[in-house]
């Protein structure tokens, strides 16, 4: 089926340009595409290379125009199958690991060269200018990573906010946002629309303690939120993610000025609409328009520190859609929750991968087995003395009808 809706990864533009420049890989339609995910784990330090070796060296043969030759099951033959890295997904720190590139101007590993930043002096940290767009983002990470930005801002939380004294010094170096300066003759700089009163803060603690999700939703919010405290305990990307498009938009209606709600809910907005299963194509360039919209919104209230790399990389999600297809193929949601299970694996922390490797091969040779293992007469387990009771048509209290000849006629 050919549309303007793209629902899968071939539907793409890098999947049809590596078919274009690669005829022979793509006329063979069992092939595989591979995705490489790790989550800033690097257990050998700087010298990720060295774990990555055999990987690479594996990825190489396979890439070859023999390939190795493997059995097709379904259709009872033999073929040459090959293999190639389709693309990466990664967070910040994983990035870094992978591609040997620091922390510092070129962080944004899609600007690379072409981004434009500035460096603030009071705060120690670099801001983005600049909207191009090249790669691979992960939007569980890029989510998450808002979501602590924007509520930790807004509830001031001492740690995670965004608009502090030194963030008001960058104001004054900058010759910007005149308003919020420290004028020297209080010890507490002038608020903005986006601070909340302590009145507004508990209004939206009460907001989320009062909320009921349903079972297997989400976290229990409640035991996350301290009600004394009004600060949040860390959370998971899929918590966070729930709170950011669902919860918070509903909670800072009544407490923000109306075009700062606007603003913030421009976000919820577009993190809703690219993370559809399925999105029209011409639909791409108006979100794209939209989301620098919402940058220069954001600008007019936020403060200069909250546009770091977290925020940065939002404006080219729009473009990895185009490129790679919707964001549920490649977010690290499910590589998270495998993460997880091999991490209960690891019955040994003196050699954990080995640990891993030799648990999930036990697993696959188990699951292998039970395949030739009749089903209705498990080992080791007894039969329940109800097994058969229930199954077929029950007959107690059944009526029998014998209707006359008449009656059909």
């Given at each position: 089926m050919v549309d303007d809706y793209i629902r899968h990864l071939a539907d793409g533009i890098q999947w049809w340009v590596i078919d274009f420049k690669n005829q022979t890989f793509a006329d063979e339609?069992?092939?595989?595409?591979?995705?490489?995910?790790?989550?800033?784990?690097?257990?050998?330090?700087?010298?990720?290379?060295?774990?990555?070796?055999?990987?690479?060296?594996?990825?190489?043969?396979?890439?070859?125009v023999e390939g190795i030759r493997v059995y097709d099951g379904f259709k009872k033959e033999h073929f040459n199958l090959r293999v190639m890295l389709f693309t990466t997904i990664t967070d910040i720190l994983g990035h870094r690991s992978m591609s040997g590139q620091s922390k510092g101007e070129k962080d944004c590993f899609h600007c690379l060269d072409d981004i434009e930043t500035i460096w603030l002096n009071h705060s120690k940290k670099r801001v983005y200018k600049d909207i191009a767009i090249r790669h691979n983002i992960d939007l569980m990470h890029a989510k998450k990573n808002v979501y602590g930005s924007l509520l930790g801002t807004l509830m001031n939380d001492k740690w995670k906010t965004k608009d502090h004294a030194k963030t008001r010094a960058d104001l004054e170096e900058l010759d910007i946002r005149p308003e919020l300066r420290p004028d020297g003759t209080s010890a507490q700089p002038p608020l903005s629309t986006i601070n909340l009163t302590q009145e507004e803060k508990q209004e939206l603690w009460d907001f989320f303690h009062s909320v009921k999700l349903p079972s297997r939703y989400a976290t229990n919010i409640r035991k996350l939120m301290p009600t004394r405290e009004n600060k949040m305990l860390p959370m998971k990307a899929h918590d966070c993610d729930v709170m950011l498009t669902t919860m918070l938009v509903v909670g800072i209606r009544n407490i923000l000025p109306e075009k700062t709600q606007m603003a913030i809910m421009s976000i919820f907005s577009f993190f809703n609409a690219i993370s559809h299963k399925v999105i029209d194509e011409q639909s791409l360039e108006d979100l794209e328009k939209n989301m620098i919209?919402?940058?220069?919104?954001?600008?007019?209230?936020?403060?200069?520190t909250f546009f770091d790399i977290s925020v940065h990389l939002i404006v080219h999600l729009v473009k990895e859609i185009r490129y790679l297809g919707p964001m549920f193929l490649h977010h690290m949601y499910p590589y998270e929750r495998f993460m997880s299970t091999l991490n209960s694996y690891a019955k040994s922390w003196v050699h954990p991968e080995g640990s891993m490797a030799q648990c999930y091969s036990t697993e696959e040779v188990v699951d292998w087995c039970l395949g030739y293992i009749y089903p209705t007469n498990p080992i080791g387990i007894s039969m329940s003395c109800h097994e058969g009771r229930l199954a077929g048509r029950g007959c107690v209290g059944e009526k029998h009808i014998t209707p006359e000849r008449d009656a059909y006629e």
């Open positions: 339609p069992r092939n595989l595409r591979f995705t490489l995910s790790t989550d800033g784990m690097n257990p050998f330090g700087v010298h990720i290379n060295v774990y990555l070796r055999p990987l690479i060296d594996d990825f190489k043969e396979l890439w070859k919209e919402v940058m220069c919104l954001l600008e007019a209230y936020f403060s200069p």
